[in-house]
Structures are given as C-alpha cells and as structure tokens.
C-alpha cells in the first residue's frame, strides 16, 4: 500500500459565539453576582464542603448539594500565574495574572484575575479582596479582580 494517502494534520483555528443554557445552580450563582455582588457557594450534605462556584452535585462524593452558602469577598491567594504573552482569549491586555484563591468560607478555590501583576507582591498566603464591576450582567467577570486585602 503506498503512503500517498497517509492522514494528515491540518491547522486551523476556531473563535465561534456561542450560547448555553446555565442551568438553574449555576443562574442563581450569576444572579447573586449581578444583583447583589455575592458570591455564592451550595454544601454538600455528605461530605459539608462548601464548594465554589455553586455546583448542583459535590464532585467529591457526587452527592447532589443542598444549602446556599455567601463567601467571600475576601480570601487567600493559594498560587498564581502572570501572563505576558498578549492572546485574543484572555479578558485583559497582558501582562495579567491569575490567581486560585480561597475564599473565606469555601472549601474549594476559585480561578480569577489579580490586579497586581508584580510577581515580587503575589505571594501565595496573601490576603485578596473581591472588586466587582460597576456595571455587571451575570458572568464570571462580575468580579473585575481580586486585589490585595
Ligand atoms: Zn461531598
């Protein structure tokens, strides 16, 4: 058999809008970010981790969660990353940095952006506030960034 037609890998690059249903755990969360810049956690009733952002079942024990729980806005920058690369699907111009921070009162950690991009001041333990949007429409980036406690 000849290799004339061996597979090949083609490049190419996708930057579709979509749309999705969020489903009523993860609407009340945005709402609560929307409405009332809460951010907002459920407990599992097996395990009683407060699991953010809200998720209808624990990933944990994969018990369906029953109790809403307010965190936040404040808590512990766990580590970080800071991008200086400048790509189309980051929310910000680079440099930026994300962090995974801790909320107070969560048991799990949340992905977001950091203000302080200067790596000499993002030190893992640091305290972080939550800074929402003044004009905010249900999303994730109702929290703008967390900054410095
Ligand atoms: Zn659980």
Known sequence: MSDRFKG????????LPFSYSAGRTASRFFIELRDHQ??????????NRVIVPAQLFC?????KTDDWVEVGPEG???TFTVVYRK?????KDAPLAYGIIRLDGADTSLVHLLAETDVAQLQPGRRVRAV??????GHILDINHFEMA
Request: with cysteine; glycine share 6%.
């Open 8 to 15: 090949m890998v083609l490049e190419g690059k996708l930057d």
């Open 38 to 47: 809460r951010i907002m956690g459920k407990r599992c009733p097996r395990c």
């Open 59 to 63: 990933k944990e024990c994969f018990t």
């Open 76 to 78: 512990t920058l766990i």
């Open 87 to 91: 790509e189309s699907h980051h929310p």
């Open 132 to 137: 929402f949007s003044k004009k905010r429409i």
